[in-house]
């Protein structure tokens, strides 16, 4: 019997890619069409009731300025301090107990702490300390870590050693002008801080003790190799000429030269930070208040406006509402 010839059949299980075309563009069609007659309902909706929203916008400026008339005023500043004897953890841990006094609303305790009185405890809302976080690890300070949520296990973006930030709210701005001075009085009333800074001055004292010695050796072996040994140095016998070789001088200059380095280094430590804490920026002196009109006006504003618009939605579907409740 002849065999019978294939016929070409269309499969369920195949794609039609036409069809899948044309139906990927009437999906993409009717999403562009929702979204123009959204974005159309939306423009007559603000249309017609922007008396309303602009009766809404004002009562969210007045209610942002009677909340701010309201509260007290806070006004914030904050110092870049160096820690020379304690690594900073430990400095920023310790200064970060005052944040824990102060929202317990231990005022004595923090007047006790910063030898202040209880009155003028009273008019500090806040002190934290905070990191200095350096990107790509080259020694420059980029930013404060001030939400807490950098990665200890970020090898290029980390935590300076050399320096650390100190935030303060305060209720008066004149009080900025002794704060420092109370900040320092807070860490040197710690005898421990006080006897690991003794100790690290006196250790520097006698490095600069060795050194100036060792340069001074240094300085007499100079000499020695140069005019002395050189001057003995006598032709070999047989009358065979030679040329004298000096000694390498370089060398202990060289020597030399990295003394008196790390003795520039020790003696700006010494000098420069004796103190338990160096002010690399002081506080600036703040005109506004951080807690104005505009503070409470980001928050309470949008709330405003969005109640007004969600209330508007429900009075103008108010009969489909309530035709929905009562089916279900």
């Known amino acids: 019997m002849p065999k019978k010839v294939p016929v070409n059949e269309t499969h369920d299980n195949e794609i039609d890619l036409r069809d ?9 069609s009717n999403w ?28 969210g400026v007045i209610l942002s300025y009677i909340v701010k008339w309201s509260t007290k005023p806070e006004y914030i500043s904050e110092t870049t301090l160096r820690s020379n004897t ?9 200064i970060n107990k005052l944040k824990l006094l102060l929202k317990e609303e231990n005022y004595d305790g923090v007047a006790s702490s910063l030898s202040i009185t209880p009155e003028e405890a009273g008019r500090i809302n806040d002190i934290e300390a905070f990191w200095v976080i350096d990107r790509n690890n080259d020694s420059i300070p980029d930013f404060t870590d001030y939400t807490k949520s950098h990665n200890v296990y970020d090898s290029i973006n980390v935590r300076m050693k050399d320096r650390f930030v100190v935030r303060v709210d305060l209720g008066d701005p004149q ?32 490095l ?94 949008p709330l405003c406006i969005g109640l007004t618009i969600i209330s508007l939605i429900f009075l103008r579907n108010r009969k489909k509402l309530r035709e929905i409740y009562r089916k279900y």
Do not use: C
Request: no cysteine; net charge positive.
């Open 20 to 28: 899948l075309f044309r139906r990927m563009g009437k999906t993409l």
């Open 32 to 59: 562009f069409g929702a979204i123009g007659r959204g974005l159309l309902i939306s423009i007559i909706f603000l249309i017609r009731n922007f008396g309303v929203l602009v009766i809404s916008l004002i009562m």
């Open 86 to 94: 304690l690594p900073n953890a430990e400095m920023i841990s310790h």
């Open 175 to 206: 009080d900025f002008q002794q704060m420092t001075d109370k900040l320092f009085s807070y860490v040197n009333s710690n005898p421990q801080f006080r006897q690991e800074n003794t100790f690290r001055l006196r250790r520097i004292d006698e």
């Open 208 to 301: 600069l003790v060795r050194l100036n010695y060792d340069i001074e050796q240094l300085d007499s072996l100079q000499k020695v190799k140069y005019f002395e040994e050189t001057r003995y140095m006598q032709p070999e016998k047989g009358g065979q000429m030679i040329f004298l070789q000096e000694h390498s001088t370089q060398l202990v200059y060289g020597d030399i030269y990295e003394l008196y380095k790390r003795k520039q280094v020790l003696d700006s430590e010494k000098n420069l930070h004796p103190e338990l804490l160096t002010v690399i920026s002081d506080f600036y002196q703040p005109v506004r208040r951080y807690n104005g009109g505009y503070y409470y006006g980001k928050t309470i504003i």
